[in-house]
């Protein structure tokens, strides 16, 4: 209620709203969308201001090298590429396609290389920073993956030490809300483990001078616009404890989920009015992202057909949803 009503009165000043919350997709292939073509499609088609990049660090165990390589250098001509077309807010995303290993010194120690120099990569190639995808694709926040909430909170600040030193202008993006997802799964039996040490990581994360972390929602997917405003204040009040006020500036991105029943049905999760409403609020809410989750590639024809049949109108909400 707070947030709404210093928003109400921050309307009656231009300043408050001069410039909109940039919108991310989620996400696009590296290996297969380095190139101008899809750089005009994302920025101009669809209108996004950033995507997030998966597979440029694969697993926690891929190394992308320490110094400049023809990889560091791809990856400057891909962040050159997309600038040019408005899409300046790109982010290196790594998500859990691999077991962690809490018990083992010596994975952790490869963690902490591993994204010590992914975040000199971000630095070199112009990214604005690393999203750190926590959902256990495999085990990694208990049962199989081991440790407890000392080690991994220890190995995450070493992990997050050594990203913002290599490159301490970074945006650090985290995903999803690990407090409520522990929160819903604590009771459940699940192979991977849940989220249990998902949320002492986040702390660990946390005990460095970022400068900008953001929290990405997923629970804001396909919520009502009052359940969007409330999912937002649920989030901040999550992690406000986690670090020191001040630290550094923390927002929350609320996700939206239009487009894409499936890996391969592009259909309308929700309708051009429900993504329209939806957006706005989220825009509302938003102090520095917003962001478009796309299942599969429901918003890129190819070998599953093309896109949903009023796709224009789902561009045409992206490009008209907050006007500076």
């Given amino acids: 209620m707070a947030k709404l009503l210093a928003f109400v009165l921050c309307l009656a000043f231009s300043s408050c709203v001069s410039a909109c919350p940039k919108l991310l997709y989620m996400a696009i292939n590296y290996n297969t969308e380095n190139n101008p073509a899809d750089a005009q499609y994302w920025g101009k088609t669809v209108g996004v201001q950033g995507v997030f990049v998966n597979y440029l660090m694969t697993y926690w165990t891929t190394n992308v090298g320490a110094t400049p390589n023809p990889l560091w250098k791809s990856a400057r001509s891909f962040q050159q590429t997309y600038a040019k077309y408005g899409v300046t807010d790109n982010f290196i995303k790594v998500s859990i396609f691999s077991d962690l290993d809490w018990n083992n010194q010596k994975a952790i120690n490869q963690y902490v290389t591993d994204f010590g120099n992914l975040?000199?990569?971000a630095k070199y190639a112009g990214f604005k920073g690393i999203a750190l995808d926590l959902e256990p694709y495999n085990p990694a926040w208990g049962e199989l993956?081991?440790?407890?909430?000392?080690?991994?909170?220890?190995?995450?600040?070493?992990?997050?030490?050594?990203?913002?030193?290599?490159?301490?202008?970074?945006?650090?993006?985290?995903?999803?809300?690990?407090v409520y997802e522990y929160s819903v799964t604590?009771?459940?039996?699940?192979?991977?483990?849940?989220?249990k040490l998902a949320v002492p990581f986040v702390r660990g994360l946390f005990q460095q001078p970022w400068k900008q972390v953001v929290m990405a929602t997923e629970g804001t997917y396909r919520a009502s616009p009052a359940s969007i405003v409330h999912w937002v204040d649920v989030t901040y009040s999550n992690y406000k404890d986690m670090f020191k006020p001040g630290a550094f500036p923390f927002s929350v991105a609320p996700g939206i989920w239009?487009?894409?029943?499936?890996?391969?049905?592009?259909?309308?999760?929700?309708?051009?009015?429900?993504?329209?409403?939806?957006?706005?609020?989220?825009?509302?809410?938003?102090r520095s992202y917003v962001w478009i989750f796309g299942m599969g590639t429901a918003w890129q024809p190819d070998k599953?057909?093309?896109?949903?049949?009023?796709?224009?109108?789902?561009?045409?909400?992206?490009?008209?949803?907050?006007?500076?």
């Fill in 304 to 324: 599953y057909g093309p896109v949903a049949p009023d796709f224009l109108q789902y561009t045409n909400v992206v490009k008209n949803a907050c006007v500076k």
């Fill in 186 to 195: 604590k009771d459940l039996i699940l192979e991977t483990g849940g989220y």
């Fill in 119 to 121: 975040a000199k990569l």
């Fill in 258 to 286: 239009p487009l894409g029943k499936s890996g391969s049905d592009k259909s309308p999760v929700m309708s051009v009015s429900q993504f329209q409403q939806n957006l706005a609020t989220d825009y509302k809410v938003a």
């Fill in 145 to 178: 993956a081991g440790g407890n909430s000392q080690t991994v909170q220890r190995a995450a600040q070493l992990i997050g030490r050594s990203m913002q030193q290599a490159y301490p202008g970074m945006t650090l993006i985290v995903l999803p809300d690990v």
